[in-house]
């Protein structure tokens, strides 16, 4: 996997056209795939699946398993008579081309709630839905009750419910789990129509020539399950309190750094059981996807330390992390190891040591290749195969946005090194990796579309405005399909093909 010549195309499933607010599992889902197919390309690259969190963020969810339920197909449950057609039409305030969560939320919501009471009326797919419940009850349960629990609860952080639920008392748990039944069965229903689709597209795609590209945070949020249901794994106070929270020192995204505030692990508890929680998480995620990025690979070397009252992220300070003993662990449990490590931002040699002796392919940047000459590591030549090549990700500017921040110097090299007019540059850039020596190279949605920076995924340290972007099938010319499909023949990126090296 990852080690014949191949490109892809990263775009997340709510960026998909459709009629509910967001993408989702539905029609243009599948569309996307034989779109894919069309285009000669072999991987579909996403980002997390997870609930999102704060600010829309797909990478603070509440929990490391369960799958964002907003991404249910709400026309399969008309299918399956859980809803009927009346109950689908459109929002007014929807839009083609943003997400408005809020809306989202509430017109997902109140359509999951009423195919929840449908089908626990009935009795169509009963027993597939327990089968589900059985097979994933070891983080299903605690899931299912923690978001019973905090709807009770107003959504307020689990510390700050009764001091019995918060410490997880077994009577406690026991007499509320009986007397919220029906939030806890509706949290579960909502899972396994969520995984009842996804496995039903992932294997389209699959069947396809397609393999998808999950993503996987390294940290989680605080109000989570995960971090509830298993409190001694994370740096809590006595009374379940973050005493330090996770982030990044100031760096090219911002001059304070990046606070995301998710609570640190205790790696020794972890490293005491074997690594058994990550097993776990690692098993689920390459369930959901063929391969998996994992999110700040830098930080299973060292994480930068915050103090949970700091206001921002410049006073933090590096703490060392067992990565060793962990990916034997994985290495035991997954001999293949389909991982990419996310080793961007700053790198040491340890961190490089660390991704190389599992021979992790890591990512290079091709927007962040033009400030230094040639000895710039991101430039193509440098590329070996074991690398994934981008010409940006879903937190930089589109390709045709960050063309117009560049400065004239960095301009002129990048037509010298491109031999480009910047007419084309998003093509330009894309055709440089696709002739380089990466075995894998993904494109952003954004850059096959040519369009401009409002159009970017996310802007780090921006706290709202995020994660909103849409594509139509307008946008998509029957030009672009054709380039790219003859762009993945020429440098031999055609799916099937045996070919593992190209001169360059």
Same mark, same amino acid.
């Given at each position: 996997?990852?080690?014949?010549?191949?490109?892809?195309?990263?775009?997340?499933?709510?960026?998909?056209?459709?009629?509910?607010?967001?993408?989702?599992?539905?029609?243009?889902?599948?569309?996307?795939?034989? +779109?894919?197919?069309?285009?000669?390309?072999?991987?579909?690259?996403?980002?997390?699946?997870?609930?999102?969190?704060?600010?829309?963020?797909?990478?603070?969810?509440?929990?490391?398993?369960?799958?964002?339920?907003?991404?249910?197909?709400?026309?399969?449950?008309?299918?399956?008579?859980?809803?009927?057609?009346? %109950?689908?039409?459109?929002?007014?305030?929807?839009?083609?081309?943003?997400? %408005? $969560?809020?809306?989202?939320?509430?017109?997902?919501?109140? =359509?999951?709630?009423?195919?929840?009471?449908?089908?626990?009326?009935?009795?169509?797919?009963?027993?597939?839905?327990?089968?589900?419940?059985?097979?994933?009850? %070891?983080?299903?349960?605690?899931?299912?009750?923690?978001?019973?629990?905090?709807?009770?609860?107003?959504?307020?952080?689990? &510390?700050? +419910?009764?001091?019995?639920?918060?410490?997880?008392?077994?009577?406690?748990? =026991?007499?509320?789990?009986?007397?919220?039944?029906?939030?806890?069965?509706?949290?579960? $229903?909502?899972?396994?129509? $969520?995984?009842?689709?996804?496995?039903?597209?992932?294997?389209?795609? &699959?069947?396809?020539?397609?393999?998808?590209?999950?993503?996987?945070?390294?940290?989680?949020?605080?109000?989570?399950? /995960?971090?509830?249901?298993?409190?001694?794994?994370?740096?809590?106070?006595?009374?379940?309190?973050?005493?330090?929270?996770?982030?990044?020192?100031? %760096?090219?995204?911002?001059?304070?750094?990046?606070?995301?505030?998710?609570?640190?692990?205790?790696?020794?508890?972890?490293?005491?059981?074997?690594?058994?929680?990550?097993?776990? =998480?690692?098993?689920?995620?390459?369930?959901?996807?063929?391969?998996?990025?994992?999110?700040?690979?830098?930080?299973?070397?060292?994480?930068?330390?915050?103090?949970?009252?700091?206001?921002?992220?410049?006073?933090?300070?590096?703490?060392?992390?067992?990565? @060793?003993?962990?990916?034997?662990?994985?290495?035991?449990?997954?001999?293949?190891?389909?991982?990419?490590?996310? @080793?961007?931002?700053?790198?040491?040699?340890?961190?490089?040591?660390?991704?190389?002796?599992?021979?992790?392919?890591?990512?290079?940047?091709?927007?962040?290749?033009?400030?230094?000459?040639?000895?710039?590591?991101?430039?193509?030549?440098?590329?070996?195969?074991?690398?994934?090549?981008?010409?940006?990700?879903?937190?930089? /500017?589109?390709?045709?946005?960050?063309?117009?921040?560049?400065?004239?110097?960095?301009?002129?090299?990048?037509?010298?090194?491109?031999?480009?007019?910047?007419?084309?540059?998003?093509?330009?850039?894309?055709?440089?990796?696709?002739?380089?020596?990466?075995?894998?190279?993904?494109?952003?949605?954004? /850059?096959?579309?040519?369009?401009?920076?409002?159009?970017?995924?996310?802007?780090?340290?921006?706290?709202?405005? &995020? +994660?909103?972007? =849409?594509?139509?099938?307008?946008?998509?010319?029957?030009?672009?399909?054709?380039?790219?499909?003859?762009?993945?023949?020429?440098?031999?990126?055609?799916?099937?093909?045996?070919?593992?090296?190209?001169?360059?």
């Amino acid at each position: 996997m990852l080690n014949q010549r191949a490109s892809g195309i990263l775009l997340h499933p709510t960026s998909l056209p459709g009629k509910y607010g967001a993408g989702d599992f539905g029609s243009a889902a599948y569309q996307f795939i034989d +779109w894919l197919v069309e285009a000669g390309q072999t991987y579909w690259q996403i980002l997390p699946l997870g609930k999102i969190g704060p600010g829309n963020s797909p990478y603070m969810s509440s929990s490391a398993f369960a799958g964002n339920i907003l991404l249910i197909d709400l026309e399969d449950l008309v299918k399956l008579g859980f809803l009927t057609q009346q %109950d689908l039409l459109p929002e007014p305030g929807f839009s083609a081309e943003r997400v %408005d $969560f809020g809306l989202l939320h509430v017109y997902h919501m109140q =359509r999951l709630h009423r195919a929840a009471q449908a089908f626990f009326s009935g009795t169509k797919m009963q027993g597939a839905y327990r089968k589900f419940c059985t097979t994933e009850q %070891d983080w299903l349960e605690d899931y299912a009750l923690f978001m019973a629990i905090a709807e009770h609860e107003n959504w307020r952080d689990w &510390n700050c +419910w009764p001091k019995e639920l918060a410490q997880r008392s077994s009577v406690a748990l =026991r007499k509320v789990k009986k007397q919220l039944a029906e939030k806890v069965n509706f949290w579960k $229903f909502c899972q396994w129509c $969520f995984a009842r689709q996804w496995f039903l597209l992932k294997s389209y795609a &699959n069947r396809h020539g397609v393999e998808i590209i999950g993503d996987m945070p390294i940290f989680v949020a605080y109000q989570s399950a /995960d971090v509830w249901a298993h409190q001694e794994l994370f740096k809590l106070d006595k009374k379940g309190s973050p005493t330090v929270v996770a982030g990044v020192p100031p %760096d090219y995204f911002s001059e304070t750094g990046q606070l995301w505030g998710n609570p640190l692990y205790r790696w020794n508890i972890h490293q005491q059981t074997g690594f058994s929680w990550w097993i776990a =998480r690692l098993r689920h995620a390459l369930k959901l996807a063929d391969v998996v990025r994992i999110d700040h690979f830098r930080g299973f070397v060292a994480y930068w330390e915050v103090e949970a009252k700091a206001l921002n992220a410049i006073n933090g300070k590096w703490k060392k992390c067992p990565g @060793d003993p962990l990916f034997k662990a994985f290495k035991k449990a997954f001999p293949e190891l389909p991982i990419i490590a996310e @080793d961007l931002g700053l790198i040491t040699p340890d961190v490089i040591a660390l991704r190389d002796k599992f021979k992790l392919p890591g990512m290079c940047i091709l927007q962040f290749a033009f400030g230094d000459g040639e000895g710039n590591f991101y430039l193509p030549h440098h590329y070996q195969p074991n690398i994934v090549a981008y010409t940006g990700t879903h937190d930089n /500017d589109t390709t045709v946005g960050w063309w117009h921040t560049l400065s004239e110097r960095d301009k002129t090299f990048a037509q010298q090194y491109l031999s480009s007019d910047g007419h084309s540059i998003h093509w330009d850039m894309m055709r440089a990796l696709s002739k380089s020596a990466a075995n894998t190279v993904i494109f952003p949605m954004q /850059d096959v579309l040519g369009l401009s920076g409002e159009h970017r995924m996310n802007y780090p340290g921006k706290p709202e405005g &995020n +994660w909103e972007w =849409r594509f139509s099938w307008e946008q998509l010319k029957p030009e672009f399909t054709r380039a790219l499909a003859a762009m993945s023949v020429e440098y031999k990126r055609t799916p099937g093909r045996s070919d593992t090296e190209l001169d360059v």
